[in-house]
């Protein structure tokens, strides 16, 4: 029932390492859920993870035990539920989410109980501002690290943002990097997503601008052989506005056949008119040993709308495997 809080600069850390010995634990560094007021938040430059105030270390959340096998999730910044109805958007924006090593087994389908989210926002409702927030780091001077087993198919990848709420929001300036995901036993199902947004209606249309996904120096990488896909940019149903968008240096070791590794965008179910301009994508790498597979930097599938893809960047594209069949493609447009 809480309303018109503002959460600024605080440090949200763990000096000792927390263990789950329960099923469906969760980690939340800051959870919002409100639903009898409109629930106008602004939570902003706060510092979630490492084990000092002074940002050395790591906060590490271990739940790979037998006990905890069903799930066990970390969330950076959880916005449940807020700005129901609101004209205002709640602003999450200028927080640090980094310094995390997490041990899971995770084997839920549903997105929503992803072993790793950074942000995740509107699983029940509210319209949000995801601005200016680092997820990991694009230098390499803090990591996230995430050790997982999963032997369910189409385990829930691990998110950087991930927006279920049935708004049109904003989501820009955001910077993902420095993100290693490792096998944790006998898992090869676990993939990543960077900004996942997946929408009920296809009314909404999400803005998606000047976000930095992956760097030289902060690769985002997933370890794991088998059978996943990594996302940096996933788009279902709703109308996607990105422009000046930078994906790059997002590294995979998917061993599955005839499915898309890699995609620097991705889009379905869109009924509106989407714009995707001037985004700069490049070295995008999968190590497929005797897999055929594919790399595509965007693929869309489009309503007949007045859609443009234009001005945009691509470039290094890489599939290491013995099979012949690969396809590495620039732009794949479907009806």
Excluded at 191 to 201: K, N, Q
Excluded at 252 to 262: E, F, K, P, R
Excluded at 282 to 299: F, G, P, Q, R
Aim: include cysteine.
């Amino acid at each position: 029932g809480n309303d018109s809080w503002t959460i600024s600069s605080n440090r949200i850390y763990q000096t000792a390492t927390r263990t789950f010995t329960a099923a469906g634990s969760r980690y939340a560094g800051i959870t919002l859920n409100t639903v009898t007021r409109p629930g106008i938040f602004t939570v902003s430059n706060n510092i979630i993870g490492f084990n000092t105030a002074t940002g050395t270390g790591n906060t590490i959340i271990d739940g790979n035990t037998a006990a905890a096998g069903l799930r066990n999730e970390f969330r950076g910044i959880d916005a449940i539920s807020v700005s129901a109805g609101a004209v205002t958007a709640t602003s999450i924006q200028g927080n640090i989410i980094s310094g995390i090593q997490q041990f899971s087994r995770c084997n839920s389908n549903a997105v929503n109980n992803a072993s790793f989210t950074g942000i995740l926002i509107g699983e029940v409702q509210g319209k949000f501002s995801v601005t200016g927030n680092t997820i990991g780091s694009l230098n390499g001077t803090s990591t996230i690290v995430i050790e997982q087993s999963s032997t369910n198919t189409g385990s829930s990848p691990n998110i950087g943002i991930c927006d279920l709420s049935d708004n049109s929001n904003t989501i820009s300036n955001n910077n993902l990097g420095s993100i290693t995901i490792n096998d944790a036993g006998a898992n090869d199902l676990v993939g990543f997503r960077g900004i996942l947004i997946s929408a009920t209606p296809t009314t909404q249309t999400a803005t998606v601008n000047n976000n930095t996904i992956g760097a030289a120096a902060g690769p985002i990488t997933n370890n794991i052989v088998g059978d996943y896909a990594m996302y940096p940019l996933q788009v279902t149903n709703t109308t996607l506005l990105a422009t000046g968008n930078t994906i790059s240096n997002i590294n995979g070791n998917s061993t599955l056949a005839n499915v898309i590794i890699s995609s620097g965008i991705i889009t379905t179910g869109s009924t509106g008119a989407n714009l995707i301009s001037q985004n700069t994508i490049h070295s995008l790498t999968n190590n497929s040993v005797a897999a055929s597979n594919s790399i595509y930097a965007i693929k869309t599938s489009f309503a007949s709308t007045a859609n443009i893809i234009e001005r945009n960047n691509i470039h290094s594209l890489s599939i290491t495997s013995t099979n012949k069949n690969c396809q590495l493609v620039g732009m794949l447009t479907d009806a």
